[in-house]
């Protein structure tokens, strides 16, 4: 399991820090373009977007071409180039930069500066939908100045370039998907794709699943993602969980600690699980009675049957083995309250005969060669176990639901309260206290 502050770029606190997002981004866009060649390629040749140009700062693979990728730098300590690219990275497209009249003199903080060979890249960054091309003619002008350039007199070196942050996260999507097909995925653009996504998923291209013309299971899954951020957004108790092979966010109950979302591979359904009881601290919560589960849940104004299923589990310092069973494979109840009290947690070696007498006298198909008791457990030179008695439900969402939910690309809003709604179900109503 990932840490969830293992994200390379990802703050401690929950709440976006609107003074130092724009810092976050930036700082974490360059140490990409630093780290990840191919991404700093797609992004560089997007900007010059001539090939001519291009192809003279590269061509030559014995060459003594330079590359400086900075942040925070004042327009005076920037040194002698012959071509300048002004850079806007907003939500906002770049408005006619020749139109401007931002005059002031003075020192600029540039946000991102980009320098290969007699080349100047300036990039002036926003977390939203502000227009900052002002801003961006005040900081050239001033670079010019610093060097005694007159500006009105060299136009001609300057291309202003609008690349907006959909544009730049396309690029690092196509990247990052080529990467991982290849077997080299880089983890500083993942995670940087990561944090944008949780900033503002729309600026990923994503297609919402009303418009998929078939089922995407791939697809789908990213717009769940999206929705499960939105939704952990709006309540300050619950945290997506920072799996990398699986999605899910942690629970508010005491008798499960994470609920997770997968997308059925043949269907496009989403279906949603928990694990109720998975330790025997959890089943503390559970069995305080005879454990009941309502057999259907109100979601979003409809109601969906529940599959309920039971995990036997095993535990040492690790995973041992368990058992997955359904009502037809117990001869009699083993889940209850008397059962839960005697017979789960630690487990020393000289009371395993009672563990397989009560399986045995409970099961009915043979249990030991299903979980490798012999092996696992009995030839294996432990002195203790742990058992839980646990439960695994899931409730799945069809399709057809996510895709009348889920229509424009730009409004997240009715897919999270969806996941929303599905959470406080599970929280309020599965359990019958």
Not at 18 to 26: C, F, G, M, V
Not at 91 to 103: L, T, Y
Not at 341 to 366: C, M, P, Y
Not at 403 to 416: E, G, R
Request: proline share 2%.
């Amino acid at each position: 399991m990932m840490n969830k502050h293992l994200n390379i770029f990802k703050t401690y606190t929950k709440k976006n820090r609107s003074y130092q997002l724009e810092n976050d981004l930036t700082r974490a866009l360059a140490i990409c373009l630093q780290e990840d060649a191919l991404f700093f390629h797609e992004v560089l040749k997007t900007i010059i977007d001539d090939s001519d140009l291009y192809n003279r700062l590269f061509e030559d693979l014995d060459g003594d071409t330079e590359v400086q990728i900075e942040i925070q730098k004042r327009t005076s300590l920037i040194e002698e180039f012959d071509k300048v690219f002004a850079v806007s990275l907003s939500e906002s497209a770049m408005s006619n930069f020749w139109q401007q009249n931002h005059n002031s003199e003075y020192d600029p903080i540039c946000d991102l500066v980009i320098t290969i060979n007699n080349i100047l890249i300036v990039v002036e960054a926003k977390r939203d939908n502000i227009d900052c091309t002002s801003q961006l003619y005040n900081q050239i002008l001033n670079i010019f100045n610093k060097q005694n350039k007159p500006f009105e007199n060299n136009q001609e070196a300057i291309t202003p370039f609008d690349l907006n942050w959909k544009k730049l996260m396309a690029i690092a999507v196509k990247v990052a998907s080529f990467e991982k097909t290849t077997g080299n995925t880089n983890r500083f653009l993942t995670d940087f794709i990561q944090l944008v996504k949780e900033h503002n998923f729309s600026w990923l291209p994503e297609t919402p699943i009303g418009s998929l013309k078939n089922v995407n299971a791939k697809s789908i899954f990213r717009r769940i993602e999206s929705a499960i951020i939105k939704f952990c957004d709006n309540n300050e108790a619950i945290e997506k969980l920072a799996y990398r092979d699986r999605l899910g966010t942690t629970f508010t109950k005491g008798w499960a600690n994470e609920v997770l979302f997968n997308v059925d591979k043949k269907t496009g359904d989403l279906v949603v699980e928990i694990y109720p009881g998975n330790t025997k601290g959890q089943g503390y919560h559970i069995f305080r009675n005879e454990p009941q589960f309502n057999p259907q849940l109100n979601i979003d104004g409809e109601c969906y049957a529940i599959e309920k299923n039971y995990h036997i589990k095993l535990m040492g310092q690790s995973y041992i083995t368990g058992l997955w069973l359904d009502e037809d494979d117990f001869k009699k109840n083993l889940y209850t309250k008397r059962n839960f009290q005697k017979n789960t947690g630690r487990v020393r070696r000289e009371a395993w005969k009672e563990t397989e007498a009560l399986l045995d006298e409970h099961i009915s198909f043979d249990w030991k060669s299903k979980c490798q008791w012999q092996d696992k457990v009995l030839n294996s030179n432990r002195t203790l176990f742990n058992i839980s008695f646990g439960y695994y439900i899931n409730v799945r969402i069809p399709f057809e639901r996510l895709s009348q939910l889920d229509v424009y690309h730009n409004d997240i809003i009715p897919l999270a309260h969806l996941i929303e709604s599905i959470y406080k179900a599970f929280e309020a109503t599965l359990l019958i206290e």
